[in-house]
């Protein structure tokens, strides 16, 4: 996918936030790494985990480069969460709640949900599911 075409694809999944959530629609972009995913995993997980894309604030979000985000709807989700976490970050969502572990699941939380709209809004069948990981946080 060109550095265009790419562009305007984020910029549909800005909008696509924005219509599913609180969150206003103009918002810069953070920047976006595709990378193997073994570097996902070594970077983010330490070993081989279930991680496709995560959002470090002041990096941007690295994703699989082996994702079709171009054609594979459920691919363009996963972008599309994480994307939803960096207008967490710049709107300050979640920072009234002290404790980090429970900050963290209210955030994936809401990300699943808006990525599950965002699914159901392009008539994919295919969903995210919440696990209880909130169970880990004590």
Known sequence: MDAASFSALVTELLVAIHSLSPYPAAIAPPAIHAVPIAELHS????EPCRVQAYYLPGEGIFIDESLDVAN??????????????????MNGRFLQIPYGCDRWY?????????????LESINSARRVYIQPWKLTCS
């Open 106 to 118: 209210k955030a994936e939380h809401e990300a699943y949900e808006i990525q599950n709209q965002y």
């Open 72 to 89: 594979d709807g459920f691919a363009r989700s996963i972008l599309l969460h994480e994307l939803v976490h960096h207008h967490q970050r």
């Open 43 to 46: 970077r983010f997980c330490n």
